[in-house]
Structure formats: C-alpha cells, structure tokens
C-alpha cells in the first residue's frame, strides 16, 4: 500500500504548505459552500480528500481549499466514498461554543491549521474554473486526521474516548478470531474439524495483527482491559477445562464451549469476535471486518457491525484498513459496550444454574424440612440473593433443577488468602452457586460439588463433595 501512495503523489505537482494570509477566520464570518469528497487513506491516521475553495486568485483559492479541508474535518465531517466509512465530525456542533469560539479564531488566522496539511496538489484544467468575484479550484489534500483529534483532545477541545466514560466502570474484553473465520481458514482441531483450534489460529499473521492493534486500540484510546487470548491458551489447557468445554450447551457445540471456557477463566464480561474478509471492486482490493460482542455470562451477541478500509490498487496492508474501520465506527461500538455493561450493573449479570442429585445421594430436591421441599429453600435462598427480583425455573423433578435469568451482583468482595486484604472481584455464576452450595450443605447435611461451566452458568451436584472427583 506504501508503494501504491508514493507512486500517486509523486504523479502530483505538490506545493509547499502555505502560511495563512487571511486576517479573520472566514471560515465563521464569510463561510462558503464547498464539496469535501473522500479519497483514500495514504497512512494510518491520514486521509486523502479532494476539496474545493474559492479565493480572488488562484494562490488564495488554494489556501482556502486547505482551510476547507479542515474545517471538513472538525466541523462536517467527511463522507465515505471509494468504498471508504464515512468520517464523523471530530467536533461535536457544526460552529464553535462561545467558550471555543477564540481558539478556532487562533487556529485558522494564525495558520495553524495548516499543520494539518501535508500535500497539497496545483490545481489545473477541469479543476480550475472564473466565478463571480475570483476562481474555484479543486484540490486533493493529505490531512493528518489522528493528529488533528489528538490534538484538539490535549486543548481540552474535544473529548477524548476514554474521556467520554471516564469514571464509568469498564467492562473486561477478550477478543476471539470469529468461529466461522477458523473453520473456513482451516483452523481446527486435526480429529475433529467442528472444534476451532484458537492456537493454529493465532499463529495466522494478519489475525495476530489485527487482534494485537484493536487490543491497542482498547487499552490505549478506550482505556478497556483486554485479557489475551495467546496467554490464556498457554495457562488454561488443562484436560479438565477443555472436558468441561465440551459439555457447555450453548447452541455452538465444542468450539463454542472451548470459546466460552477461556473467557470464563479469563472473567471477562465480553467477547468480540473478528471475520475480516478481502474484497475485490473494479480491480481494487478492500477488507472488510465484521465485528461481533457477545455477553459472556449469556452467550448472547448484543452488538455486531461491518466496516471496510479504503478500496486500493494491489495489496492493501490489512493492519491500515482496520485502523481506518475502527475510527469510522468507534463512537458507535464503545457505546454499545458501555451501554450494555452500565444496564448490567442495573440488572446484575445474568447467569443459571443447574443443580443435580447424585445416584448415591440419600436425599433429593423433594426432600421436606420444616414442612418444606427442599427446592423452596432453594429458591427463597436465590431470590434472597439476586440483584434483580425474579428468576425463571425449567422442568424441574426431585433428581434436577434449573434455573435461568438469575442476575447477580457483577462483582463481589473476597477477601485475598495470601494479602488479607479484601478486594472487589468480578461475581461469575461459580461464586454465585458455591453460595447456595454452602447454604444447601448447612440445611442437609450433604456435600455439595460446584463446577463452573462459564462466567454464566455454573453445576451444583448435590452429595458429590468438591475433594472428589465425577470419577470418584
């Protein structure tokens, strides 16, 4: 992609950037319609556009369509085109607050937003026209559009996006390269081709640089903790987790389970899951990135979105493109996070609960205390418990109960066994039911065996005793 922006700048006649001439920002007192159409990204964090300006010479038709560019960009925003997202307006009203209103003042009339700017072609033929009162030109300008916003988030200009949430409690993410991507690229385990080997498909180099720049993104611009998928792999490949896996009901079979295990391990609230998939359009090549969050505790997608890089002549390098997408739907998607994990912490996480008799087991869920089923003790103790009131049971019989659309807490306090020290940890449906696990324990007398399926559902086998195995 490099090579394919050097050759077409070097077939532009570029001119030196040029200091401002114009003694008040016009852009306010004197604004004139002009077309801004996008063109293509040169580099990260830049982008080709072509527009228009109008000035009594060509010189300073030129240095307003400059000017234009950037007001473009702060204030209108710059439409998609070439197969390219759109790209919202980094301020957040078409014309400056009154508090603002001195510095972009400050900003056109003394040049600086000629920074900015960093190719600017000569204008001639078609490009060139006489209007009423001077000449219209059309120009295509390289803006540096990461360094503009940067900027204007150091001046306390605009917000950032982390600035956006700040003080919001943020969800834990962990990103997966999309099931279907594996089983199409091969990605599986060698005896059983249903099964997503999550190692094979790290060691693909674009989906390793895709996954490490959106973790960037997150860590870096959104301030979201992202667990790794490669370190989780390497610590969590014990044959009990990967059985356990493969008994998770969750509507996907193994590779789903194996999914759900690692996050779970991981105790993250959210998986995204990347498919980037290359296109082709008049000879031009493209990728486009589908991206998909899915509750952890549920296994539920909540959010899903496309978007595409920029349609190129050769190979685009795919780590430029994803950048690109990102910014186009960045404020969209950090606001589906937010908004999904700020209704969880109203509802609590949604979790469920399987509880089972061992054959050996001298009593069942039948069993009466004090003129009482067990299973009502139960339930009075869930909804004792849960952070929003009701929970729904399934076919429940003296052998097995289950119960579904139980919120709890997100988080609880545990105290640390080695520090002492208590500390806020994130509540998965395990903790949830070693809860009711003790509680089932101190009206009976039987033991209970807890085992975590996933963030969001957990088993309790009633007469099994946690020391011993199913085996036993």
Request: overall charge negative; hydrophobic content about 40%; charged content about 25%.
């Amino acid at each position: 992609m490099k090579r394919i922006i050097s050759v077409l700048l070097a077939s532009l006649i570029v001119m030196p950037i040029f200091a401002a001439k114009i003694k008040h920002a016009v852009v306010f007192e004197d604004p004139e319609a002009y077309s801004c159409v996008f063109i293509n990204v040169a580099t990260a964090g830049t982008k080709n556009v072509k527009v228009s300006g109008v000035g009594k010479k060509k010189d300073a038709a030129i240095e307003r369509a400059g000017m234009n560019a950037i007001h473009a960009a702060i204030f209108q925003g710059i439409p998609g085109g070439n197969n390219g997202q759109p790209t919202p307006a980094l301020y957040p009203s078409t014309q400056p607050s009154a508090d603002h209103m001195q510095y972009f003042d400050d900003f056109f009339n003394s040049g600086q937003y000629t920074n900015y700017l960093t190719q600017v072609t000569n204008p001639s033929g078609k490009d060139m026209s006489e209007v009423k009162g001077g000449i219209k030109v059309k120009v295509e300008i390289q803006v540096q559009f990461d360094k503009l916003r940067n900027d204007l988030v150091a001046a306390g200009i605009i917000k950032g996006v982390a600035d956006a949430i700040e003080g919001a409690q943020k969800p834990i993410i962990m990103i997966f390269p999309d099931a279907d991507w594996c089983k199409a690229n091969h990605y599986v385990m060698n005896d059983d081709p249903e099964t997503v080997d999550y190692n094979k498909a790290l060691a693909d180099v674009n989906m390793k640089d895709l996954i490490n720049e959106f973790t960037n993104f997150m860590a870096n611009v959104a301030k979201y903790e992202v667990e790794d998928l490669a370190a989780v792999l390497k610590d969590y490949r014990g044959e009990k987790a990967w059985d356990a896996a493969d008994e998770i009901d969750d509507g996907e079979g193994s590779a789903g389970g194996v999914r759900e295990m690692l996050a779970s391990a991981a105790s993250a609230d959210f998986e995204i899951e990347f498919y980037p998939e290359t296109r082709f359009d008049a000879g031009k090549q493209y990728v486009v990135f589908r991206i998909k969050a899915t509750d952890v505790s549920t296994s539920k997608s909540f959010y899903a979105i496309s978007a595409q890089g920029t349609a190129t002549y050769g190979s685009g390098q795919m780590v430029n493109q994803l950048k690109e997408a990102i910014l186009s739907v960045k404020d969209e998607f950090l606001g589906a996070l937010q908004q999904k994990f700020a209704k969880m912490g109203e509802q609590g996480r949604e979790v469920r609960i399987t509880l089972k008799r061992k054959e050996s087991c001298p009593i069942n869920f039948a069993k009466r205390y004090d003129g009482a089923p067990l299973s009502e003790y139960i339930e009075d103790w869930i909804q004792a418990k849960v952070q929003t009131s009701g929970f729904t049971a399934g076919k429940n019989t003296a052998n097995k109960l289950s119960y579904k659309q139980i919120f709890i807490p997100l988080y609880k306090e545990k105290k640390n066994r080695i520090t002492k020290q208590v500390e806020r940890r994130a509540q998965s449906a395990a903790d949830f039911a070693t809860e009711l696990a003790d509680f089932i324990t101190e009206t009976t007398g039987q033991p209970c065996r807890v085992d975590g399926r996933s963030m969001g559902h957990a088993v309790i086998t009633l007469g099994q005793d946690d020391s011993l195995s199913e085996d036993e």
